[in-house]
């Protein structure tokens, strides 16, 4: 069984958890008492880096990476994320990280206030990419019940130049330039608490993942609704008929399978626990034409412990490691696609997100 890292960032300090054989054992927390609300593992060069967002009440939020799987950590002597003075605006936190994939060094950050960062030197500095930030559309864009944040960010690896974003709660945004153009990708996707529930933009998207076998298959997870686009964002189309709840806030994709993604639902924007209070991961195999529940050796009783965004991953491995964390402080795994499950820790922080890797 291949070695894996499983990076948990809790609202006080990461946890790094490795599986070696069958068993699984912690450490941590680095970066004592900071919320860590985005990780990456960027396994493109042949020593992995860790990258870490995190945020201290004390010193505010900052950017660091270690090259030794956590042993070690390194903060850039500058802010690696830091809003130039023009913008008038300051760094609240870094939701999210992402390698590029078809670009060796190049790493992606999405902030709160909602913006694109652009890093060459594999995240130890980070450039606004301003179209996107001086978009015409953005003094119209309303922060959601958890900030304006850009959450999501999908590269491709076919093509360096196509981007893809998601901002609560300004919905999805694509570009085919590498960044020097943008455009709302929300037709179909509803904002049914706008008095037009059809807009270009103002959408609150919460997760967008990528189909592994078909590119151009993206799974969308809205407030209220979940979409499938065949076409790469242009158009969405509800998938969510059959869940006991279209509400929810991650999504992921299975790493090689196609048609194959998974989301954890919420009862309801007003009522954030699982939906039924049961604790269970719904799969779709066939593209979101049906779902089926995955609930063996999750808990039995009635659950409470709501999934966020990020706190939902998959490994490379095939059968695939699937993982959430929830903010009971449990993290659960499955070895075998989510056909069952085990808790492999307990009692942590809130969790806020969950990124896992296979090691070579």
Known sequence: MAEVLLAVGTRKGLFIGRRSGGGWAFDGPHFRSEAIYSVAVDTRDPAPRLLVGGDS??????????DDLGRTWVEP??????????????????WQLHPAAAEPGVVYAGTE??????????????????PLWEHPTRSQWVPGGGGEGLHTILTDARDPDALLVAVSTAGVFRSGDGGASW???????????????????????????????????????????VYRS????????????????????????????????YLFPITADSDRVPAENRCRVFRTTDAGGSWEPLSTGLPEQ????????DAMSTDQGDPAGVYFGNRNGEVFASADD????????????????????SLE
């Open 338 to 357: 989510g056909d069952s499950w085990s808790m492999i820790a307990s009692h942590l922080p809130d969790v806020l997100v969950v990124r896992a890797a």
């Open 302 to 309: 009635a659950h409470y412990g709501t999934v966020l965004r």
């Open 230 to 261: 065949d076409d790469g964002g242009s158009k969405w189309t509800d998938i969510g008929a059959a869940l006991p709840s279209d509400f929810g806030f991650s999504v992921v994709a299975h790493p090689h399978r196609a048609g194959t993604a």
């Open 57 to 66: 009440a004390h010193w505010g939020p900052s950017v660091f990476h270690s």
């Open 113 to 130: 206030p909602a913006a694109l960062w652009r890093s060459e030197d594999r995240g130890e500095s980070f450039e606004l990419v301003r």
């Open 77 to 94: 002597e500058k802010p690696a994320v830091r809003f130039p003075k023009d913008t008038g605006a300051s760094l609240e936190r870094v």
């Open 183 to 225: 455009k709302p990708s929300n037709s179909g996707v509803q904002a049914s608490f706008l008095p037009d529930p059809d807009p270009e933009f103002g959408q609150c998207v919460h997760k967008v993942a990528r189909d592994a076998a078909d590119p151009d298959r993206l799974y969308l997870q809205n407030h209220w609704g």
